[in-house]
């Protein structure tokens, strides 16, 4: 590209930029930026036409002008001028670009600081679910600087939330061009283009992203496998639809939902008849998936005689049509959600189940019947991670935990031993797979408090000799993962009382071994830090703890339990002095010592 010589360098990084920007535009997928940048170099162009145009006409000019070349009268003077001018020239110039380097780099940072001002802010908003202004913030960064990898991944992964699948697909991929290598750009195109039902196209870019980033296999499995579900429910649903167009066993359940939904002046028996009719008919996937896209997860919201049952006070007399049906219903929402995420969704979505059913259910009636069909409902939903993630987003936990606590410590109380039985089994079974679901301990990690005090309770029952089963103790030690429940129940003085009480209680009955390895397990959780509580109370944990020790050294997991708990607390004067006071540690020394002897004889002779 020709230029004119006396053209500066201010002018000459002008026209450089204006060409990079027409160069972008040439590139952008919009086809009026494409338009715009071909009348833009068209004008570029025959404006540098023109400009050499005149320099060409100028020194013609001062050809004719000058035509002997005078310079020749005083050649040195002219090299030596030429000389100091090249070097002045290229000392302005290079300061030049080192001054215009620096105001860019400026410049950018200033962007990139603004841009990371709005993308935060949009995650604010994000996490609040506000997801329009969460979206108008990100647009604000990526405006500020389109190189920008994050606010795109962002954007796209907003504009998925927001059923935007064509401009979250578009977002990711500008993600995509900022940096090849993102697992997070593959990833949001790739679930863009599965709610645009694109599916060979998104089960290309995962293949494609595991091939150019094999580290984040891990990442792209779970996604493909999300890929694989809304293809089976779309399967499922198409299934059903054609079965319920050939008038088959599926044509029978959305006709019992029709009816169920148009006559509604029948006595509820009717309706309970209907709902136990389509329990039966549900036999498959393909009856679930029937019983969902035919609004059978809305019958309650469509038949008022439905809804009130299900949200009746059930302790008042003549009510029992009202439990039978309300029974019916919990066992036709098992039987839709058994195995079915899908159906799963849906039924929590539609307020099939919601808290005040549960706490009308579970707390407030006496019926045992119908407290164990809602337990078996809720244990199911409690028996894989996903499920659980669901539950408790439309499920409020503290809730859930009340009307469990309810079971397990009410029941105990209430009703005799062989009718709680059951009740308090299953109710221990959900407890125990909420505690074991890392997003149910995410959940509570954000106000433990009332947990722990739930959890105190179900302690004490062991000091008033009550029954409680093992596997809710292995619960209580889960929660002991999570840092900030682990640490609410170390800084309750109550707590640590009810846990020593109940060693105490249970070191006199040899039968409940097992029961007594779980509470010293969670006192260890409890003293892995040290803190004023276990300082104070640091004398009668170790006394207990020894007296286990010398009575059941015969049983090696608890002997290791209780020895790594007199680690954490014999750290402190008080406790070193019970321990060494009197004849115990002696005896203990001694039992120890035999107890390891006999075992490397044992190893020896093996």
């Known amino acids: 590209m020709a230029t004119n010589n006396s053209e500066s360098p201010k002018d000459f990084l002008e026209k450089v930029d204006e060409i990079y920007d027409i160069v972008n535009a040439f590139n952008s997928d919009n086809k009026g930026d494409v338009e715009n940048a071909s009348d833009r170099c068209d004008k570029l162009l025959e404006k540098i036409k023109q400009q050499n145009d005149e320099v060409e006409e100028k020194k013609q000019r001062d050809k004719d002008k000058y035509p002997i070349d005078r310079t020749v009268l005083n050649r040195a003077a002219l090299k030596e001028n030429t000389a100091n001018s090249v070097d002045q020239n290229q000392e302005t110039f290079m300061n030049f670009m080192t001054k215009d380097a ?29 997801y329009e202004a969460a979206l108008e913030f990100y647009t604000k960064s990526v405006d500020e600087l389109r190189d920008n990898l994050h606010g795109w991944n962002n954007k796209a992964q907003c504009l998925i939330k927001l059923d935007r699948f064509e401009e979250a697909l578009e977002a990711a991929e500008w993600a995509i061009r900022c940096d090849r290598d993102s697992m997070k750009a593959r990833v ?24 150019d980033i094999p580290d984040g296999a891990l990442i792209v499995t779970k996604y493909v496998k999300e890929l694989d579900d809304v293809m089976k429910r779309l399967d499922d649903e198409k299934k059903a639809n054609e079965s319920a167009v050939n008038d088959g066993v599926t044509g029978s359940v959305v006709e019992c939902i029709e009816k169920i939904v148009s006559e509604t002046e029948h006595p509820l028996s009717y309706y309970t008849g209907g709902i136990a009719l389509i329990t039966q008919l549900v036999i498959d996937i393909t009856q679930q998936t029937s019983f969902r896209i035919n609004g059978g997860f809305q019958l309650h919201c469509k038949n008022r005689a439905i809804s009130a049952a299900l949200n009746a006070n059930l302790n008042e007399t003549s009510v029992e049509d009202r439990k039978a049906l309300v029974r019916s219903w919990y066992s036709l929402m098992k039987r839709t959600c058994d195995n079915n995420i899908d159906n799963v969704k849906a039924m929590l979505q539609y ?11 579970l707390c407030d009636v006496e019926d045992l019947n119908l407290k164990t069909d809602i337990l078996n409902l809720l244990k199911m939903l409690s028996e894989k991670e996903e499920y659980i993630e669901i539950l408790i987003k439309y499920i409020n936990s503290s809730c859930l935990i009340d009307c469990l606590m309810t079971i397990l410590i009410d029941t105990t109380s209430s009703i005799s031993k062989e009718d709680g039985s059951n009740l308090i089994d299953l109710a221990s079974k959900i407890f125990s797979n909420l505690c074991s679901s890392k997003s149910f301990r995410v959940l509570i990690e954000k106000s433990p408090q009332d947990l722990v005090v739930a959890l105190e309770k179900i302690i004490n029952m062991l000091v008033c000799g009550e029954h409680v089963e093992p596997t809710l103790l292995s619960g209580i030690l889960n929660l002991c993962q999570n840092v900030r429940v682990r640490h609410a129940m170390r800084d309750r003085s109550q707590f640590w009382d009810v846990c020593i009480k109940s060693v105490a209680s249970l070191k006199r009955n040899s039968s409940l071994t097992n029961i007594l390895e779980y509470v010293i397990a969670i006192l260890c959780n409890l003293a892995v830090e040290k803190t004023e509580i276990l300082k104070e109370k640091c004398t009668v944990v170790t006394a207990e703890a020894i007296h286990v020790l010398l009575n059941n050294s015969q049983y090696r997991s608890l002997t290791d339990h209780v020895l790594t708990l007199l680690s954490r607390v014999l750290v402190y004067r008080d406790a070193v002095t019970i321990a060494t006071n009197g004849d115990d540690i002696a005896r203990l020394a001694m039992k120890w010592a035999t107890s390891v002897i006999l075992k490397r004889l044992t190893i020896l002779n093996g």
């Open 102 to 130: 620096e105001e860019r780099s400026a410049k950018r940072q200033a962007s990139r600081e603004k841009a990371d001002k709005y993308r935060e802010m949009g995650n604010d908003k994000y996490k609040c679910e506000d």
């Open 188 to 211: 949001q195109k790739g679930r863009s283009l599965m709610f645009l039902e694109r599916f060979d196209d998104a089960k290309t870019v995962y293949e494609e992203a595991l091939k």
């Open 351 to 361: 307020n099939s189940l919601t808290d005040k059913m549960l706490k009308i259910h």
